[in-house]
């Protein structure tokens, strides 16, 4: 019997056999003496339940795990839901701009060239409707627009503002309205 224990702790301390689960075992179920001397080595309290114990303890493990994952999932989703509602706030803020400036621009076309002042002053409107927007948003509209109102209207807004727009349109829109904005500055 020496002579076995001797080989297995050989074995064990070579690396070719692990004894911790019946050596952790084994201290555990030492009458009176077992628990303490468990906790003093450090060896943890798992080796001293059944198996039946342990999957027990696995099974509540992985039920207090996945209820960490719903509650990430849920407050993920919440966030999802945030981000999309801010979305639709502001395209419909978006739709709501385009229209506006849709309808200020038929007043500007169906505008008398016999009253410029009135048509100044509408154009001015729009021009500041422009000024307030982000770039992105005026370079959705104006990329929609027809060019000679495109042109004017980018004419007159200051250098800086009217380049952010040209940056965030179509490439070869943005080439067009940039031609004619040159040509237009040439003339005198």
Request: glycine letters at 4%; zero cysteines; proline letters at 4%.
């Amino acid at each position: 019997m020496i002579l076995f224990v001797g080989a297995a702790l050989g074995l064990h301390f070579s690396g070719a056999l692990d004894l911790r689960g019946v050596l952790f075992s084994a201290i555990y179920r030492i009458p009176k003496v077992g628990a303490p001397l468990g906790a003093a080595l450090g060896i943890p309290s798992t080796y001293a339940m059944s198996a039946q114990d342990r999957r027990m303890m696995e099974i509540r493990l992985m039920e207090e795990n996945l209820a960490k994952m719903k509650a990430e999932l849920d407050r993920e989703k919440t966030a999802v839901e945030v981000v999309s509602d801010d979305l639709n706030r502001r395209s419909l803020q978006v739709a709501k701009l385009q229209e506006e400036l849709q309808a200020r621009l038929k007043e500007l076309a169906l505008s008398d060239d016999t009253k410029p002042q009135a048509r100044l002053e509408s154009l001015e409107e729009v021009l500041k409707t422009y000024r307030d927007m982000s770039p992105r948003n005026a370079a959705q509209i104006i990329g929609k627009m027809d060019e000679d109102l495109a042109v004017e209207i980018l004419s007159r807004l200051p250098n800086d503002q009217a380049a952010k727009i040209l940056g965030r349109m179509d490439a070869d829109r943005a080439a067009r309205l940039t031609e004619r904005l040159a040509m237009m500055k040439k003339k005198p």
